[in-house]
């Protein structure tokens, strides 16, 4: 049993809510900027405005990599000329003519017109003019090999000396063994760039729910769906953000068909068993709250510091805290070395939780740069030009390394794989220590 359809606007006022927090929308609002979509828009951008000629993005279904075509399409101007195939099921004169027929061509089924041929000057006249031609090719794996030989016909038109059309598959991770097969190796010009769109981690589902919720209008997400949810989220879902939306999105409509405000765990385990996705019931909660838990909640205070700009005292009396360049953000720092969501800290229990939301420039913490902390009293967190300091007396200084710090030594080099330039190496473990 399935529910594709989204909540209407009346079922998710009592919800809290102005809009469905997860439908299938280009919204900037609602787009979660995870490293791993960042850099495979950075991936498709660098295939556009280089002299590649073609860029490979593979992911599961559901990871998103057709939402971040439409994003890069929308923001193309008129020096870019776009095709886009998403039928994966097409004769080779079909996949012409519906090339054409994006191109601007009012051309028939039966129209005996040579296809190849008028493609092929359109293309030229179009580089004569000093513009690019795009052609986006999903579910590229499923192409016949007739079509793939028309891709490779397309993708061999020169002008001087210069390839004429700019070329960009998106597929499930079996493209590869397309794109290496013979038939498709004059492709595989140096430059090339693959990339490979991972679901999300744990982490990351957790911060994805909460940015969704609030572009829909939660003032406390965590109030809604707690982030002792996430976890069982993450099980059920593997991570791929198109399962985490139909799981979220049955969820709360149980909860507004329940009368309920807030979700609990049955209401998620309801959720994932009508969709066929069974996980194991949330544990129970302790019998009692760890020592020091609620003190921590009240104590915690950040100070923002700016160059020239008065210190800003921001008490954390909720349950989430966003940082970041956006106007959402509850500690706002308006720099363009600053991410538009940047960075969350997730308060559980006693510990404050900050976790790198995939941004540009990343986050320091006591002058060592992290992608995910456990937050001790006087920590140093440096954001662009900002200086946050972390003010806890609960949370005493550790006196041992942090097991659940994730913490980042670089980028990968290129050519290893999938870690394509750009790609944060880093390591840790996902449970904050015990005191």
């Not at 009346?10 to 609602?30: I, N, Q, V, W």
């Not at 490979?56 to 971040?68: F, M, P, R, S, W």
């Not at 795009?134 to 192409?143: G, K, P």
């Not at 030594?409 to 390591?427: I, K, Q």
Request: aromatic share 4%; net charge neutral.
């Amino acid at each position: 049993m399935t529910h594709e359809a989204p909540l209407a606007t009346d079922a998710l006022a009592p919800l809290g809510l102005s809009a469905a927090p997860f439908g299938d929308t280009c919204d900037d609002a609602f787009f979660f900027p995870s490293h791993q979509h960042l850099r495979a828009m950075e991936v498709m951008g660098h295939a556009l405005w280089s002299k590649a000629r073609l860029a490979v993005v593979t992911a599961e279904h559901g990871c998103g990599k057709t939402l971040l075509m439409r994003r890069l399409l929308r923001d193309l101007d008129e020096r870019i000329v776009v095709a886009a195939v998403d039928r994966d099921r097409i004769a080779p004169q079909d996949f012409l003519l519906e090339i054409l027929r994006q191109f601007g061509f009012a051309l028939e089924e039966d129209d005996r017109t040579n296809r190849r041929r008028l493609l092929e000057r359109f293309l030229l006249h179009q580089a004569s003019m000093g513009r690019l031609c795009l052609l986006v090719v999903e579910n590229a794996q499923s192409m016949h090999p007739s079509v793939l030989e028309e891709l490779r016909h397309l993708a061999a038109i020169e002008e001087e000396g210069a390839k004429v059309l700019k070329m960009l598959l998106l597929g499930r991770p079996t493209l590869n063994h397309v794109v290496d097969s013979p038939r498709m190796a004059d492709l595989l010009a140096p430059g090339v760039e693959r990339f490979a769109l991972a679901p999300l981690s744990e982490d990351q589902t957790a911060a994805y729910v909460a940015h969704r919720l609030r572009a829909a209008g939660a003032s406390d997400p965590d109030a809604l769906m707690p982030h002792t949810l996430m976890a069982q989220v993450h099980e059920a879902t593997g991570g791929v953000p198109g399962r985490i939306n139909r799981l979220c999105a049955r969820a709360l409509e149980l909860a507004a068909a329940q009368g309920t405000a807030r979700l609990g765990p049955q209401v998620l385990e309801q959720a994932a068993s009508e969709l066929g996705w069974p996980i194991a019931p949330n544990p129970a909660p302790a019998s009692a709250p760890r020592a020091g838990a609620h003190r921590a909640q009240a104590a915690a205070t950040l100070v923002v510091a700016m160059q020239g700009l008065p210190d800003r005292h921001i008490t954390m009396e909720t349950s989430r805290v966003l940082i970041g360049r956006g106007e959402e953000a509850e500690v706002t720092i308006d720099s363009v070395f600053v991410s538009r969501y940047h960075a969350l800290i997730i308060r559980d229990g006693g510990y404050d939780l900050l976790i790198d939301l995939g941004s540009t420039n990343g986050l320091l913490v006591n002058s060592r740069r992290v992608a995910r902390r456990v937050l001790k009293h006087r920590d140093l967190i440096q954001i662009g030009p900002a200086r946050i300091t972390y003010l806890n007396p609960q949370a005493a200084p550790a006196e041992a390394p942090d097991p659940g710090e994730t913490v980042v030594f670089g980028h990968a080099p290129a050519g290893t794989g999938t870690e394509g330039r750009g790609t944060l190496l880093s390591f840790g473990r996902g449970e904050p220590p015990r005191r």
